[in-house]
């Protein structure tokens, strides 16, 4: 059974930064790619980034391209969202999740293409 358990999440003002993490366990292969979602209040939720974990290739969505940097550690069955210059208009619960067999045949940024969540985890932007 896999599990990703995301942790990092809090209050900052606007213009600061946080780092979320998602730790995977369970797992009997590598993931295949990992990536953040996020959902407002009021609002679907929506893709954020993605990695590859093979290849390192990352993927951003267009509003938080340049702000947000989406990483991993192999070693420790972890990916990050490093997000910075955070806007109010960033503020929703934050979810991790992963796909780790099959092949998809689509894009990795919906909903669709990762079969693992997490729980989320809140962020909270004040301007």
């Known amino acids: ?28 292969v590598i993931s295949i790619y990992m990536g953040w979602f996020r959902q407002a209040p009021g609002k679907e939720r929506e893709w954020v980034a993605t990695i ?13 391209k340049g702000r ?3 990483s991993q550690d192999n070693a420790k069955n972890t990916v990050y969202l490093q997000m910075n210059s955070l806007k109010s208009e960033d503020t929703a619960v934050y979810y991790c999740a992963a796909r780790f067999s099959g092949d998809y045949g689509g894009a990795a940024k919906t909903e669709a293409a990762f079969d693992d969540w997490g729980q989320g985890t809140q962020v909270t932007v004040s301007s």
């Open 52 to 64: 590859f974990t093979g290849s390192g290739g990352t993927y951003y969505a267009g509003s938080v």
């Open 1 to 28: 059974q896999v599990q990703l358990v995301e942790s990092g999440g809090g209050s900052v003002q606007a213009g600061g930064s946080l780092r979320l993490s998602c730790a995977t366990s369970g797992a009997t």
């Open 68 to 70: 947000f940097t989406i």
